[in-house]
Each structure stands twice: as C-alpha cells, then as structure tokens.
C-alpha cells in the first residue's frame, strides 16, 4: 500500500462536502475531509462544542486546588501550630496525619468515581454534575470550622472528614466531565480539548499556590480559614456548568429518548455555515449505539460494571486504568506536595512556595502548547517520548542528593529539577494520558469505564500519598533530594507499560476504535490500521496486509 499523502482542509472545502441533499448516505466512513481538518478549521467547524466543553473543563479547578491544599496548607506557620507538633524546636505535621491527609482526599474520589458511573448513567450528566456542586459545598464548610474543636486529633479527624468528603464531590465532577466530553467532542477535537483537564487543574494550583503565598504571613488563623473559603468559588462551577451545557446526546439514545438527543445535538454541533452537517454526525451517533448495543429496550443496554470486564472490554478498561495512573507513576503526587517537600529538602517557607507557583506556571504554559502538540502527534508517541526525559531528570535528583544532602547546590537543583520534570511531561505524558483514557471505552460502557479508571486513579493516589510522607518527612525515613531515585523508579515503570500496552488512537472515530478492538490488535499496530480495514504491517522483515474479519467481543 502506498502512504497517504496528509493535507490540511480548509473550510470552504468542508462547505461543499455538505452542499447536497444526500447527507445520511455520508455517515460511514468520515469523509477524507473531516479526516484531514486542522484545529482551527475544527474549532470554526464546531465552535460550540468548543465552549460547551471550555464551561464543563472549569469544573477542574476545584479538583486542581484541592491537590495543593495539603501540601501547600501544610506549609502555612500557623496552621503547623494548629494541627503539627514541635520536632527539633520546629513546627512540622506529623507523618502519620500527613498522610492520612493525603490519602483522605483519593479515598472520597475512589468513591465518587463509582458513584457517578453508576448513578450518572441513571439520572444523566447535568444532574450528576449539579449533584456534586452540593457535596464541595459541604466540605469547604467543614474545612473552615476544622479548628473549632479543643482536642487536637479533633481538629485532625474534621480536616480529614473535610477532605473525604471534598474527594467524593470532585470525583463525580471529574468522571461526569470526562464522560460527557469523550461523548460530544468530534474526533478531530478530541486530542486539541481533553487536554484541558490538567490546564485547569493546574489553574486550581495555581490560583489555590498564589492564595496561600498572599496568605502566608497574615497573622492569626485567619490566614488559612480565608484559604479554605475561596474554595466556594469553585464549589459552585459544577452546577453552573450543568445549567449552561445541553444532556449528553448519547446518554438521551441510550435512554429511548431520540427527540431530546437530536434538539441537544443540535445545540452542540449546528453551525449556519454548514447546513445538515450535524444530521450527519447524528446519524453517525445512533449507528455507534445502535451497533454497541445500546439502544433502549435492548437488554444490553441494561449492563452493570462486570461488563467492563468481559470480553475485548476487559482490554479497554485496563488501558483506561492505567492511563488514568500515568500521572501518579510520572511523579504528580510528589510535584503536588512540592511546597511541603521542599521545606523538607532545606528550602524555606517563602521561597519553597515561590517555586511551586513558579513551576504550576511552567507546567500551564506546557499544558497550553499541547493543545497543538496532541493534533499533530500521537498520543502513545507523546507518552513515550516524554517520560524518557522525566526518568532520567528524577534520577539525576537522586544523585545528587546523595552527593549532596544539604546545601545551597542540592537547595537549588530540587526544585529546578521539579520544574523541568513538569515542563517535559505536561508537553506529553499527562494531557495525553486523559485523551486516551476519554477515548478508549466503547461508549455504551463510557461512564462505567471513566469511573473505575478514576478509582484505580484515586486507589494509586492514596499509596502515594501515605508513602511519599514516610519517604522525605524529618520524622520518618527523610530521603530529602534522594527521593528523586523512587520517583524514577515509577516513571520507568509507566514508561515500560505504555510500550507494550498502550495503542494509538489518532484521528479514530468510536467505531473504528470498536473494529481495531474487536480485531485484537497489538498496541504498536493501532496505528497502521486505516478505516477501509485494511492495515500494513511488518513482520520478520516482510510487509502484508491483514483484512478486518469482524471479530466479535467474547
């Protein structure tokens, strides 16, 4: 087979692809010219879409600021002095409810994850998504009043209560968010707009890093109550989200409501400048369901979570799980907790939050670039690339704490390291992980999938956050700069595992995805296969061609 020459289409000619009465006869395969759209063109093609997910994205930042709130609270003199203990004449917070702290907030995410999966698939995305607005709400409330009680472990206990249930809320705002993007964004706005996801957990870190710096000398306990309070200003992005996007399309087909699917497909995709374009992908949309058993009164339709562990379907949800993990194993815990940290390495106070707002910014501006960078290169290739350089940065962190355990070269070569390991992954390895885990699933399965992958997400988060303590805390094992060796431990791991596990699904509709499934492809042949079923290969040396047979699931 000869290689297909790869050009840009530009909006006059998606104009006349539409420009005839024939449009249901163009629902398979995508036409060459949506195929082929750049971003912008994309982004013109579907501007609603674009906006509609922009409002659902920002949901993410509460997520964003809830992850620094630990580590970068922690940090605040007198919130030491309210929950910590002196050790060596200094105030610190004790290993134990440092990481009980931590893992507190993955636990409620565990199970919200769960919760919204299967409650969401019930009630319906807007709803899912209102519902949690009321469960953050909740917890900023027990954050503020967290240092009422007289007894210290009592202050502890309502922090930790604070911070479980806080987790539930946003995992149910990030498994909904998730669900209802992978099923409304266009193919060819999938890798240009599930990147949001971390720029704006990384706006909630940021803006959560800056609070808490303005807060940090402000005499009494008021520095850290005002802290706890902003967060209602992000509590309450759920719920304005839920009233401004339209109901999943999907989510209305598999429910038997095909009228209410057409009038919110609509409002997502119709565009004056393309008359019946979105008939097409409607059409398109039922046929999807309609093959992946989905529809309402199909006993399939009815499936529960053992479904995602049958058949192609166990495959697919173990790459979402581990997608969902990518961050932790490249390091995301310890660069969450980078402010605490480094006051454990010999950074002080001041300046160790100075460099956690510093590198969050270095990791938005990478972040921001891979909007273009996930449309023009794979996923898997990113993945790959990316974490080589995060493996060996860690690495080189360990070295030279080993060398050096205090110092002002060790004081500096931490945090930069840090930033640098941001920078390399958020071009990569992170954003694209959450567009393979939107991407993978079969859509019947979609919100199923999306909730266990943010399970395992939160089960993975909880290890790392009880250990990382035990790891670098004065109190404990205090590994301080080596801790750098772990953390490339990990990212070689997750290296290794996206080699051999993880496929390409660029440019991929959610049909041909089912068909490359259902074929039983290797991760390295995803990327061969073309939408006539027609794929080339190498093997020993010699190319062929292997013909789709229609493989069913197991």
């Known amino acids: ?323 969902n993990v990518i961050p932790e194993l490249f390091g995301l815990s310890l660069l969450g907790s980078a402010n605490y940290y480094l006051q454990c390495v010999g950074v002080n106070h001041s300046t160790s939050n100075l460099f956690m707002i510093i590198g969050i910014g270095i990791g938005l501006v990478a972040n921001i670039s891979s909007f273009w960078i996930l449309s023009k290169f794979g996923r898997r290739r990113l993945i790959l690339v990316t974490l080589v350089p995060a493996v060996v940065l860690w690495a080189s962190m360990g070295v030279v704490g080993t060398i050096q355990k205090q110092g002002n070269f060790v004081y500096w070569y931490t945090p930069v390291t840090m930033m640098i390991v941001i920078f390399v992954v958020g071009l990569g390895a992170w954003p694209a992980s959450y567009v393979v885990a939107s991407e993978t699933s079969t859509l019947r399965l979609r919100a199923k999938t999306s909730g266990i992958g943010w399970f395992v997400s939160g089960a993975v988060s909880c290890g790392f956050g009880w250990g990382l303590p035990y790891v670098y805390n004065p109190d404990a094992a205090n590994l301080r700069a080596q801790t750098g060796y772990i953390a490339a431990a990990f990212a070689a791991l997750a290296l290794v595992i996206s080699f051999f596990f993880v496929p390409e699904m660029k440019d991929k509709t959610p049909l041909e995805i089912d068909k490359m499934f259902e074929m039983r492809l290797s991760a390295r042949q995803f990327r061969h296969w073309n939408s006539g079923n027609t794929m080339k290969m190498k093997r020993s040396g010699t190319e062929y061609e292997k013909i789709s047979s229609g493989v069913d699931e197991a």
């Open 1 to 323: 087979m000869s290689s297909q020459k790869h050009t840009t289409v530009g909006l006059e000619q998606l104009e006349a692809q539409y420009d005839d009465a024939s449009l249901l006869e163009k629902t398979e395969p995508v036409p060459e010219s949506e195929a082929k759209m750049s971003v912008w063109t994309a982004l013109r093609r579907w501007p609603k879409v674009s906006w509609y997910s922009l409002a659902l994205t920002s949901t993410i930042v509460l997520w964003g600021f809830d992850n620094v709130l630990v580590g970068s609270v922690s940090a605040m003199p007198v919130f030491q002095e309210v929950y910590g203990e002196k050790v060596d004449d200094k105030w610190i917070i004790p290993s134990m409810w440092l990481a009980i702290w931590n893992v507190s907030g993955p636990i409620g995410m565990m199970s919200g994850a769960l919760i919204a999966g299967w409650l969401g698939d019930k009630i319906g995305r807007r709803w899912m998504l209102a519902s949690a607005t009321l469960l953050s709400a909740t917890a900023v409330v027990i954050f503020v009043s967290s240092d009422t009680p007289a007894n210290i472990d009592g202050r502890r206990g309502l922090f930790f209560m604070g911070k479980v249930i806080s987790g539930l809320g946003i995992g149910a705002i990030t498994t909904t968010a998730q669900t209802y993007m992978s099923e409304t964004i266009p193919t060819q706005l999938r890798g240009s707009i599930l990147p949001a996801f971390p720029i704006f957990q990384l706006v909630g870190q940021i803006t959560g890093s800056v609070i808490i710096q303005v807060m940090m000398d402000v005499p009494g306990r008021n520095s850290y109550r005002i802290t706890f309070a902003t967060m209602w200003a992000f509590s309450i992005m759920p719920l304005v989200s839920s009233l401004i996007i339209p109901e999943s399309p999907a989510w209305l087909l598999r429910r038997g409501k095909t009228e209410q699917a057409a009038k919110a497909h609509q409002k997502l995709e119709a565009n004056k400048k393309f008359p019946g374009a979105h008939l097409v992908s409607f059409a398109r949309l039922q046929s999807t369901i309609a093959r992946d058993g989905g529809q309402s009164g199909n006993p399939e339709s009815k499936v529960g979570y053992l479904a995602c562990f049958k058949g192609t379907n166990l495959r697919r949800t173990g790459i979402v799980a581990f997608a």
